[in-house]
């Protein structure tokens, strides 16, 4: 069946982008919970990343609907029934905090209460931006796949592995050991620190995912009509990148590897490269895919 998606690639990519930096925060705002002196380096790598990927996200949602003075009206015309319309406050306010974290760590001014307060803030507009990107494909009615309630909370998860992926792959090509970054410079002033462990984090963060992945496929198989036809149709068409994609290389291959790490006394990531390029390759294919077969409808029903 031929389709017309007016939401492309674009639109996949502010949602990815945008994920990532919510992810990245997220990442950020427990490593500092955990020990903000011991990984004070992994904790500006992910606020520098934070306001800028989700920035260049909307850059790309902005050429997508072709207009720039829409997006800016949407701001001035503020309509509270419109997902959209909130969903440019939420984005617009999170980058703002974003950006006055990220001054505030790289400047080494982290001792005060306005740190503190940008955290625990930007940690829940990060929450309800990842919420958000979900949403917005859900509240379009006559949409079998995205119905349900479920593709915001996959949406959201996948945001903060995808976020925390984007952290550690970058790390990697600077330490081999992730867990280390700052031990060797703090270890003696942090030495009570809570222990971290990056390769439970993973592991947690793709059990979730996967599991949400595994609830979403029941709920659309054990619905109406129109949503075991929108399972269907992302079976047939889409199945081998679906599986292959997201399934496999994304979560399953990451999962195995993750593993193989779990039982060692340090958490030294060798394949930290390998294991987080696949979740963040994963997380890119399932929005992409979510996005474009949800956009199709079944006038034949």
């Known amino acids: 069946m031929n389709f017309y998606a007016p939401w492309d690639i674009r639109v996949t990519l502010d949602f990815f982008l945008g994920g990532l930096g919510i992810g990245a925060f997220l990442f950020a705002a427990l490593l500092s919970f955990y020990g903000k002196d011991r990984y004070r380096e992994l904790i500006k790598l992910s606020a520098v990343i934070a306001p800028i990927s989700i920035m260049i ?3 790309a949602l902005i050429t997508e609907l072709g207009k720039p003075m829409r997006f800016i009206t949407t701001i001035f015309n503020f309509n509270s029934s419109s997902v959209m319309s909130w969903g440019v406050f939420l984005q617009g306010g999170f980058i703002l ?5 990220a001054y505030l760590i790289l400047k080494n001014k982290d001792n005060s209460g306005i740190y503190n307060l940008t955290l625990i803030l930007g940690s829940l507009l990060a929450l309800a931006v990842g919420i958000y990107h979900g949403l917005l494909l859900s509240a379009n009615v006559g949409r079998s796949l995205w119905s349900g309630g479920l593709v915001p909370v996959m949406f959201l998860f996948s945001s903060i592995l995808t976020g925390t992926a ?7 090509f600077k330490s081999s050991t992730v867990s280390n970054v700052t031990q060797r410079e703090t270890a003696a002033a942090d030495g009570q620190s809570r222990n971290f462990s990056f390769s439970g984090l993973l592991f947690g963060l793709i059990v979730a995912n996967i599991t949400i992945v595994l609830v979403w496929f029941i709920s659309l198989n054990n619905g109406t009509l129109e949503t075991q036809k929108a399972l269907d149709y992302l079976i047939s068409n889409h199945g081998m990148l679906w ?3 997201v399934i496999i290389v994304g979560l399953l291959i990451p999962l195995v590897l993750i593993l193989s790490q779990l039982n060692k006394r340090k958490d030294n990531l060798t394949a930290a490269p390998i294991i987080t390029a696949l979740i963040l390759i994963g997380g890119f294919v399932l929005k992409h895919i979510v996005l474009i ?3 199709v409808r079944f006038p034949f029903l």
Do not use: E, K, T
């Open 97 to 101: 905090l974003a950006l006055i974290f």
């Open 243 to 245: 599986w292959g994609g």
């Open 166 to 172: 984007v952290v550690m792959l970058i790390n990697s």
């Open 293 to 295: 077969v949800g956009q």
């Open 57 to 59: 996200g909307l850059l």
